[in-house]
């Protein structure tokens, strides 16, 4: 079911009207997304701000980032700040600009401010000397992207630091209403050279519904390939993706399958129609296997072997049993432990030793692990399970290149959702930085990043796609 308000918003006559009878109607902003391939230059011709402390030590990284993506960088800060963008931009034929030089009516596609250099809590001062008279230059559906480090060499430093992740959540939360987005990411340091990657992608329209979070970027999964590739990214990989018959596991198959990669698409036997369908819409190969079955990770791994290993698992295979606590019977809760839980990991199990070096793997958690929610005990519980299993996997394949991290959906137009009475929908729909629902194909955008080379820092994380819901931050 289409979402009414946002459908009303996309008409600016509607909007004026609404806005000239003064009717009190939050109309949400249509976000612009990318659903076409990667490009090479994904931020072709969009205006950058960037801003710097003094002793901003990220600069190098935003730098190598913005050019060659085809942003334009319009500095505001130290006077070393150019001397970072010179090469870049000499190279790429798109030389830093001062901030100064927009004229007063240009808007600007993104605010980039490194705050690594801020050590004290009086050093925060430079989040307000950037951002209060930037702010208002945001075109909509902006990016806004602070970047600091994961803690300080003292207990104030690293006060200062953590400071940042409240002002970037609170920001999302203002800023949302026009389509904007604001995240912070935490480099630790000696992860620099992983840096450019995870801050092409926040830039981007594929992130347009991630907002609010804060993303870890660091050294731990031993890296093999020194220059990911950003176009065709999966090139030759081999992808595994369950519950890939429709809603979101359709969206990332088709996504992976866009990038290059030959996507092996496993559902039940009785989806065997939809997923054969789009098994040969996207060149894949469908697996019919009911993963609550006893077996079925030995056939999952004996099907894989016959491909000689595989690149990317997506665990998105889920189901729901929604009852209160007092309502719901041993059987429904062993049910959904088994598919949403055990599953995962006993399937993991089986195609670890088939995994290969600098593999991904993509588990599919929820808000609901993460908040908890009403009639959802056994939901939640399995995918907060989803949080702790991939920390620790994280740790153990490190040294093979292997990441292991969880997307945690928020409010997602689906089948699923579009069976919740409406008053309760349209709840879940506001309550928001965004305001609306996100889609499939938003979800699946953020697995297909982090199933890519680029994202070779982060892993052990859980990555909300949720629009930036206002519970369970």
């Not at 203002?174 to 840096?195: C, F, P, S």
């Not at 055990?342 to 088939?354: C, Q, S």
Request: contains cysteine; charged residues 20%; proline residues 5%.
């Amino acid at each position: 079911m289409s979402d009414m308000l946002l459908e009303i918003g996309r008409n600016p006559h509607a909007r004026k009207v609404i806005r000239a009878i003064g009717l009190p109607i939050p109309l949400p902003e249509p976000l612009a997304r990318d659903r076409g391939p990667w490009q090479a230059q994904p931020l072709a011709d969009r205006w950058i701000a960037v801003g710097a402390t003094p002793g901003a030590e990220l600069l190098p990284a935003i730098a190598e980032c913005l050019a060659p993506a085809g942003a334009e960088a319009y500095l505001w800060g130290p006077t070393e700040m150019a001397t970072a963008f010179r090469d870049p931009g000499e190279t790429y034929g798109r030389p830093a600009r001062t901030f100064a030089a927009l004229s007063e009516r240009a808007r600007v596609q993104g605010l980039v401010f490194d705050a690594t250099g801020i050590r004290d809590i009086a050093g925060l001062r430079t989040l307000h000397e950037f951002f209060h008279p930037s702010v208002a230059r945001l075109a909509r559906s902006g990016r806004v992207v602070v970047l600091g480090r994961v803690s300080g060499d003292s207990a104030e430093a690293a006060a200062a630091q953590a400071a940042l992740e409240g002002f970037v959540r609170s920001a999302a939360k203002e800023l949302g209403r026009t389509g904007v987005t604001a995240n912070l990411i935490l480099v630790e340091r000696g992860a620099e050279d992983r840096l450019a990657p995870v801050l092409r992608f926040m830039l981007s329209a594929r992130a347009a519904f991630v907002t609010a979070q804060p993303v870890v970027v660091d050294s731990r999964a031993r890296a093999l390939t020194r220059t990911p590739p950003f176009v065709r990214p999966l090139e030759k990989k081999l992808a595994l993706v369950t519950g890939a018959a429709r809603g979101i596991g359709e969206a990332t198959a088709r996504l992976l399958a866009q990038e290059g990669a030959h996507v092996l698409l496993l559902d039940r036997p009785e989806d065997d129609g939809p997923t054969s369908q789009l098994a040969r819409a996207i060149g894949g190969t469908a697996i019919a296997v009911d993963l609550a079955e006893e077996g079925s990770a030995a056939r999952i791994a004996e099907a894989v072997r016959g491909f000689g290993g595989v690149d990317i698992v997506v665990h998105n295979a889920g189901i729901t049993r929604d009852k209160t606590l007092a309502r719901m019977s041993s059987a429904q809760w062993e049910q959904v432990l088994a598919v949403n839980l055990a599953a995962v990991a006993r399937t993991h199990a089986a195609l670890e030793p088939l995994l290969r070096e600098e593999g991904r793997v993509v588990c599919l958690s929820s808000v609901a692990g993460i908040a908890g929610n009403v009639g959802q005990t056994a939901y939640a519980a399995s995918k907060a399970g989803i949080l702790g299993f991939v920390r620790v996997a994280a740790e153990r394949l490190a040294d093979r290149g292997i990441t292991v991290n969880a997307v945690a959906p928020g409010f997602i137009e689906t089948r699923l959702t579009a069976a919740i009475p409406m008053a309760i929908r349209e709840v879940g729909r506001r309550l928001s930085a965004l305001a609306q629902g996100g889609s499939p194909e938003d979800v699946g955008q953020a697995i297909t990043f982090l199933a890519s080379p680029g994202a070779q820092g982060i892993t052990g994380r859980t990555l909300r796609v949720c629009g930036g819901a206002f519970i369970g931050a």
